[in-house]
């Protein structure tokens, strides 16, 4: 198997980055945080966001705090609770912040490429965080005059464009820069950005990647956030979702909307990967709660796809809502087949089956008793290479599993993703080269279901709402420039 590439930016990735080559499902993009809360402590409201963001990436964290006069950043590698102690939040004092936590799609896995971006100006400064992927980089730093290699990721660049227009137009200010930066921006992009003052979100045009406006209690500021969860743990009650191409601006007690983009560019198409695994399942995307949808996947992927079995599983912890909701439509005994260690990380690349065994056995170990002798239906949410749901069912094989039944809460993952998921290049998906009988036979199963596409948008119940489905389907909701998707597109064999 090759190892995983940065499809996002066309870069083959090095060796410092730790992704995982066994990974089974796509990884997230980041996670983005903003506060304005004049008296407040922003910096350990941002800390307790940014440890309920942690999901979204693991290899940085950073906040960046502005109390009118000056912005200071503070980010580093590593979880949320490594880069901040109580000194160092102490030692944040504003009114307004944002947060971010990264996973890398565009740039390696370094210090330098940690967010928030932060830009200081003779007039004024800025700091960003960016949750998703611009697709037309190449074109922008053409159209900027600037050099390969100015730039270490998509975020930098637009803080880059930004920074560049504030300093040719000495009368403007960071909105004005914006107005004229965003809707030259082609992708996902859901920014969270302050200034000396200001806290402004972005959504780019098709609202590929969430984000939503919450109020602290007793109106004592407000707060953006990539996900609710973020919300409700720093006390703010859900407000809304910013719309597919809104600029919120929040200065005092109010705040104002802007539209920098043209009409006929707004067109949703929310990824709909956030309700099969993305996001948290406590939180809550175009009204609906995510446990609750995961759930109904279970019980459409059962009514579909039954089996005669002794237990229902779901492989930690995505997967659980989903065999729940299985078991329930199915009348068959819901179960605990795997534990799952909570403190191991992603494993690096391992060169060879048996380590690669090893390192899915550190994350999930069998429970021996529970599983020997059974019919399982083992319910997962997606299977992306292949190599670690063929790890898990040779695991509980091992001790004893008389059938393994695979069925999985969506379809069948075929196409790379542009718009801030990693996911590798097509001839990388297992889907993408064989058949769901030929995946059924090199996992190891007994039998192999995926939920359809019809079936997981009624699961998730918003009908008429927009989602990108391009991993799916292959139909993109923006033109992916030729660059970008060669090498990537085409399959090369798994």
């Given at each position: 198997?090759?190892?995983?590439?940065?499809?996002?930016?066309?870069?083959?990735?090095?060796?410092?980055?730790?992704?995982?080559?066994?990974?089974?499902?796509?990884?997230?993009a980041c996670g983005v945080f903003g506060v304005y809360a004049p008296g407040q402590s922003v910096a350990h409201l941002t800390y307790d966001g940014l440890y309920a963001l942690q999901h979204r990436g693991?290899?940085?964290?950073?906040?960046?705090?502005?109390?009118?006069?000056?912005?200071?950043?503070?980010?580093?590698?590593?979880?949320?609770?490594?880069?901040?102690?109580?000194?160092?939040?102490?030692?944040?004092?504003?009114?307004?912040?944002?947060?971010?936590?990264r996973y890398s799609t565009t740039g390696s896995s370094t210090w330098h490429n940690a967010q928030p971006v932060y830009r200081s100006l003779d007039a004024t400064g800025f700091a960003l965080g960016h949750n998703g992927n611009l697709t037309n980089i190449e074109a922008l730093t053409a159209e900027a005059q600037m050099l390969p290699g100015v730039v270490g990721s998509d975020s930098d660049l637009i803080a880059e464009l930004l920074a560049n227009h504030l300093e040719a137009h000495p009368d403007a200010d960071l909105v004005d820069a914006l107005n004229a930066v965003l809707p030259r921006l082609d992708g996902a992009f859901s920014l969270v950005l302050i200034d000396h003052e200001r806290l402004i979100g972005v959504r780019d045009p098709n609202g590929f990647r969430p984000l939503c406006l919450g109020r602290l209690a007793d109106d004592a500021g407000w707060v953006l956030a990539s996900e609710t969860p973020a919300l409700d743990v720093v006390g703010a009650r859900f407000v809304r979702e910013l719309n597919p191409g809104e600029m919120l601006v929040i200065d005092g007690d109010d705040h104002q909307s802007w539209s920098p983009f043209p009409a006929e560019r707004i067109d949703p198409k929310l990824c709909i990967f956030e309700f099969v695994?993305?996001?948290?399942?406590?939180?809550?995307?175009?009204?609906?709660?995510?446990?609750?949808?995961?759930?109904?996947?279970?019980?459409?992927?059962?009514?579909?796809?039954?089996?005669?079995?002794?237990?229902?599983?779901?492989?930690?912890?995505s997967a659980l809502p989903a065999a729940e909701g299985y078991a329930l439509a199915?009348?068959?005994?819901?179960?605990?087949?795997?534990?799952?260690?909570?403190?191991?990380g992603r494993t690096f690349i391992a060169p060879d089956q048996r380590q690669r065994d090893q390192g899915v056995r550190r994350k999930l170990n069998p429970l021996r008793d529970t599983i020997a002798g059974k019919r399982l239906v083992v319910v997962d949410d997606s299977i992306v290479r292949g190599t670690t749901t063929r790890a898990v069912v040779r695991m509980l094989r091992d001790v004893g599993a008389r059938e393994v039944h695979l069925r999985i809460s969506s379809p069948p993952y075929r196409w790379p993703c542009f718009y801030g998921l990693d996911t590798g290049t097509r001839g990388e998906l297992i889907a993408s080269g064989l058949d769901v009988d030929e995946i059924r036979d090199y996992v190891g199963a007994d039998s192999l279901a995926y939920l359809s596409l019809e079936a997981l948008e009624q699961a998730i119940g918003v009908p008429g709402a927009g989602f990108c489905a391009a991993c799916l389907t292959g139909e993109y909701p923006t033109d992916v420039p030729v660059s970008l998707s060669k090498g990537v597109l085409e399959v090369t064999g798994v």
């Open positions: 198997m090759p190892e995983w590439s940065n499809v996002n930016a066309g870069t083959p990735r090095t060796h410092d980055s730790p992704q995982n080559a066994d990974q089974e499902h796509p990884r997230e693991q290899e940085s964290a950073g906040m960046a705090v502005a109390d009118g006069t000056d912005i200071v950043v503070i980010k580093d590698m590593g979880l949320v609770a490594n880069v901040f102690n109580e000194y160092k939040l102490a030692s944040l004092q504003g009114h307004v912040a944002a947060g971010h936590t695994y993305l996001a948290r399942p406590d939180s809550r995307l175009y009204g609906i709660e995510l446990h609750g949808a995961r759930r109904r996947m279970g019980q459409l992927l059962a009514a579909t796809d039954p089996v005669e079995a002794d237990m229902v599983m779901g492989v930690p912890d199915s009348g068959i005994p819901y179960g605990q087949g795997l534990v799952k260690n909570r403190y191991i």
